[in-house]
């Protein structure tokens, strides 16, 4: 694999996950009660733990799309 393909395939999966990211924001904050009413029919738990839920998986989420796709995008972009 030529550093232009990687260089391609980490700048597409970062827009992915990127746009993927957005649209799980967007539905944690804008589709709130659709989403509490979704996950409650399925476990027993308070719209403050869905809230912290997301948050958590939101940071976890952002962690790993900067670590294993923006930084290693960056890095081939550098060493053009």
């Known amino acids: 694999m030529s550093i232009e393909v990687a260089r391609g395939f980490f ?3 970062s827009v ?13 904050t804008l589709g709130r009660d659709w989403l509490y009413r979704l996950v409650s029919r399925l476990f027993r738990i308070s719209p ?3 809230d ?10 952002k962690s790993g799309v900067f670590l294993f796709n923006i930084v290693p995008c ?3 972009n550098l060493v053009r």
Request: hydrophobic share 75%.
């Open 16 to 28: 992915i996950n990127i746009v993927l990211l957005l649209v799980w924001a967007a539905l944690a």
């Open 74 to 76: 960056i890095a081939l």
């Open 52 to 61: 912290m839920l997301n948050l958590a998986g939101l940071t976890l989420y």
């Open 48 to 50: 403050e733990q869905l």
């Open 11 to 13: 700048l597409w999966c």
